[in-house]
Structure formats: C-alpha cells, structure tokens
C-alpha cells in the first residue's frame, strides 16, 4: 500500500519568509502526488498536483513543488510566506484500487505565519 | 453555484440515533467519494462510487450505508450513531477514477 509521511505537524514562519512543507511518499508504482489545503472550518482546496509530466510542478497562491524520485519527496514551497497562507497542508498519494481511485492522506502540517 | 455542497454543515445528536448527511456535484463528474476527517484532522476514505457503483468499500462499520441514486448524489446514512462517530465528513468528486478529486465545505458531527 502506498503511504505518505508529512514531516512537522506544525511549521512557523514569519511573514515574507520561504515557506518549506515536507512531504515523503512511498509507493511501488509512479505515484500521482497531491497537495490541498485546509482552511479553518473549510473543506480542502487542490493546491497542485504531480502526474509524471514535469518534475517541478507549479500551483495556486504561488506554491510549487519538487518530485524527486530518488529522495521519494515531493515537497511544498513557497518563497515567501503571507499571512492568508495560514491553514493546514496536506500531501496525499493516488492509489489505484480495484478500479477505484482512493487518496492516502499524510497527517497534515499546520502552517502559521507571524508578523 | 457551489461545485460540490454538503447538507448539513452542522449536525449534533444523540448517541443510537440514525442520520444521513446529503452531497450533491454539479460539476458532471462520475466518480464521489466520502472521506472521514477525525479530531487530529487525519483523513481516510471511507467509500466511493462510480456512475452509481460501489467501487471503493473501506473497512467502515456496517452502520455505515451510502447511496448514489444518480451520478450527481452519494449520501451517508449512520444507524446507531456512537461517539467514535464525532469527525468531519467530506464529500469529494472527480471526472473519473484516476482524476483529481474536488472536496465540498464538510459535514461536522457530533455524536453526545
């Protein structure tokens, strides 16, 4: 099965400062890789998506991420932080199942910004 | 014009009663999914289905029923509501099995 570890539940940064979201896959066939985030009291929003084209993959708000085959990471960046940026990131893994589709999901990790 | 909507938003109950949560898609898509976001906001699927198919059955507890009656709907019928229920549930779509899937606002419950 495959599986996807969030590295830091939570992560503070000043405003203005890069953002970095760590994020580690495994998986025993290309993955689709996946970013959202969570608002508070909101349901998630697709931030940007791996699909075995590009490797650095380009996303709303001015995110971006890597995929690194050799490092199995597909880590989140953002250069520099604003303070709307505050929510709960996570990184999930598509799974093909028995003609299904299912999202594993990592643990999240709580992005604050401070002045 | 909400792309996926979720009633209720809200839903407090007691512990043994019986309570459906409703998602509707207006996006076309075939494919809808619910997932369970518990209390350290972790997710897990817990079904999903195509063009009114069950594809996708986690090992939820048989208290648990979905139904599509068409493309557009998958509701979540809970018998015997128990306390371990209490989480946000999600409702998601996506245009095929393989796709990106689109999440609606989320239903919190909270089972007293």
């Known amino acids: 099965a495959q599986s996807v570890t969030q590295l830091g539940s939570h992560v503070s940064v000043s405003e203005g400062a890069l953002v970095l979201l760590r994020c580690n896959y495994s998986?025993?066939?290309?993955?689709?890789l996946f970013w959202y985030v969570q608002y508070p009291n909101q349901g998630l929003q697709l931030l940007l998506k791996?699909?075995?084209?590009?490797?650095l993959v380009k996303g709303i708000n001015g995110f971006e991420a890597e995929f690194k085959k050799s490092e199995t990471s597909f880590h989140l960046t953002k250069p520099s932080a604003h303070m709307s940026d505050a929510a709960e990131y996570f990184c999930?893994?598509?799974?093909?199942?028995?003609?299904?589709?299912?999202?594993?999901f990592g643990t999240g990790t709580q992005l604050k910004v401070e002045l | 014009d909400t792309a996926v909507s979720q009633t209720p938003k809200y839903l407090v109950t007691q512990m043994g009663n019986d309570k459906s949560i409703k998602c509707e898609q207006n996006?076309?898509?075939?494919?809808m999914y619910w997932y369970k976001q518990d209390s350290k906001k972790f997710l897990k699927i817990m079904f999903s289905?195509?063009?009114?198919?069950?594809?996708i059955n986690e090992t939820v507890p048989n208290r648990f029923s979905p139904k599509s009656p068409d493309k557009a709907h998958l509701n979540l019928h809970i018998n015997s509501l128990e306390l371990g229920d209490s989480a946000v549930y999600f409702c998601?779509?996506?245009?095929?099995?393989?796709?990106?899937?689109?999440f609606g606002p989320g239903t919190r419950l909270l089972v007293l």
């Open positions: 998601a779509s996506s245009p095929g099995t393989q796709e990106t899937q689109y």
């Open positions: 998986s025993s066939v290309p993955p689709y």
């Open positions: 996006l076309g898509h075939d494919t």
């Open positions: 999930a893994v598509s799974e093909v199942t028995g003609g299904g589709n299912k999202l594993t």
């Open positions: 289905y195509n063009n009114k198919e069950l594809i």
């Open positions: 791996y699909t075995s084209a590009a490797t």
